[in-house]
């Protein structure tokens, strides 16, 4: 998906503040405080050649306007590969255990729904749930985890009380982990959130690690 100019202007706004702050250098700011060069531009600045030719351009020409340079390489970037190392249920996936047993959740940032975390979305949520356990119990994993602002709210319903939490790990800065809380389910800006961010420079909603026995996923949705 595109991502809106509004979008990627509250990503170089809050690289902006950090750089006034601390001194950062704002190239260095932009790429670990944000989500642009992991999730705007995705797949192809992960390892990508072209990718990472298009990212330096951006970094020696600070004097070009920063969100339109975004964008005109937003669309360069090549498409995203397809995962095949998870199973999917509806708006909900999850890859397949790690060494450790872990299988971590994802919720697809391409909703389609008016409010997927409503009264009737978290219904559909759960049942896209029970799927995606059902289909994930044959590959064994031991843990089940995620990372998001999505726990820090309606969503963490789907969890057993037992479920583990921990605040903000700061690994996934990068991510819609912390930066979907400013999309809506339309791609559009969520501009309650975001002026949260510009007058406070904090995040309106904690980015929780939550983590739980897969055997206590499997007895709340009662798969056997």
């Known amino acids: 998906m595109g ?7 509250l990503n170089l706004r809050y690289a902006e503040t950090a750089v006034a702050k601390t001194g950062i250098g704002f190239f260095e ?21 072209n990718g990472e030719r298009l990212w330096k351009m951006f970094a020696q020409n600070p004097g070009t306007n920063p969100a339109e340079t975004i964008l005109l390489l937003q669309a360069q970037v ?17 890859t397949l255990p790690d060494g450790d047993g872990l299988s971590l959740l994802h919720f697809s940032g391409d909703v389609g729904e008016a409010n997927p975390l409503g009264e009737q979305g978290l219904k559909r949520r759960a049942e896209e749930m029970a799927n995606l356990l059902r289909l994930l119990k ?12 999505l726990l820090d709210g309606r969503f963490s ?8 939490y ?10 819609l982990a912390v930066w979907g809380q400013y999309l809506r389910a339309d791609g559009s800006l969520n501009r309650e959130r975001a002026s949260v961010l510009i007058t406070n420079s904090v ?22």
């Open 29 to 49: 700011a932009v790429s670990t405080l944000t989500c642009i060069k992991r999730t705007v531009l995705g797949a192809g600045f992960d390892g990508g050649t």
């Open 3 to 9: 991502y809106s100019r509004e979008f990627i202007a």
């Open 138 to 149: 044959d590959h064994g994993p031991v843990n089940i985890g995620m990372f998001s602002w």
């Open 166 to 175: 921990q605040d903000n790990p700061d690994q996934f800065f990068q991510s």
């Open 78 to 94: 090549p498409a995203r590969h397809k995962e095949e190392n998870r199973v999917r249920s509806g708006i909900l996936s999850a």
């Open 157 to 164: 319903t789907l969890f057993p009380p037992e479920t583990e």
């Open 203 to 224: 995040h309106p909603k904690k980015v929780l690690q939550g983590r739980v026995p897969a055997e206590s996923m499997y007895r709340m949705y009662h798969i056997s």
